[in-house]
């Protein structure tokens, strides 16, 4: 069990999705148990591949929420 500001991480399962055409990606589930005992399961999506993908500027930009400071 991981816990990370406040909340308990209870599992997670992966499970690999390959789509009509051919692209491969992880599908995440992750139980996570919140400060007030509940218990949420966010999911999300991640390409397994190692290669890089690059983007230009200006797509980095639209993609980017402004709020949030920028690493890269």
């Known amino acids: 069990m991981i816990v990370n500001m406040g909340r308990k991480i209870l599992s997670v399962k992966e499970r690999l999705v ?3 055409d051919g692209q491969r990606f ?4 992750t139980a996570v148990e919140m400060p ?3 218990t949420r399961y966010p999911e999300d999506y991640y390409d397994p591949s190692e290669t890089p993908v690059l983007i230009t500027e200006a797509e980095r930009q639209r993609l980017s929420i402004p709020v949030y400071q920028k690493v890269i």
């Open 36 to 38: 007030n005992g509940k």
């Open 26 to 29: 992880v599908h995440r589930v």
């Open 18 to 20: 390959t789509t009509n």
